[in-house]
């Protein structure tokens, strides 16, 4: 049984889906969750502070930290404690990364995500992250 699971958030409908399911376990079996969205600088480039860019992801991020403060709500409502983190950069590499500096023991992700509507970039995601994980991922 999971002790500590993450639950990458990105706002779809999939992510969604994940996150339900992954606080029922978590509930079911009194582990840790991290919540965790990961802004991808990749898809807008790397700017100078301050530009216009930068500007606009922190526009994501703050949209971001809302998105998860209504899934760390739902994890409190099932009577479970969320860790919440927004971090910058590739998801498929911020992911396994995340888990294994934090010791997760699951990973537990929607199948359809929101990177920029690129299904197929979302399926590869699914894909690095179930390859490179040192621990299980479920995917919903």
């Given at each position: 049984m999971p002790e500590s699971i993450l639950i990458p958030i990105d706002g779809s409908k999939g992510a969604r889906r994940g996150a339900t399911h992954a606080l029922e376990l978590a509930s079911a079996n009194a582990a840790d969750v991290h919540l965790l969205f990961v802004v991808e600088d990749r898809i807008h480039g790397g700017t100078p502070a301050l530009s216009t860019e930068e500007l606009y992801l922190e526009t994501v991020e703050r949209n971001a930290e809302r998105r998860l403060a209504a899934v760390s709500a739902q994890a409190r409502e099932r009577g479970v404690e969320?860790?919440?983190?927004?971090?910058?950069?590739?998801?498929?590499?911020?992911?396994?990364?995340?888990?294994?500096?934090h010791g997760i023991d699951t990973i537990v992700m929607g199948r359809h995500g929101a990177v920029s509507g690129r299904r197929n970039h979302h399926r590869a995601c699914i894909d690095v992250v179930s390859n490179t994980s040192d621990v299980p991922v479920v995917t919903v």
């Open positions: 969320a860790t919440v983190v927004c971090r910058r950069g590739n998801p498929c590499d911020i992911i396994p990364s995340y888990a294994r500096e």
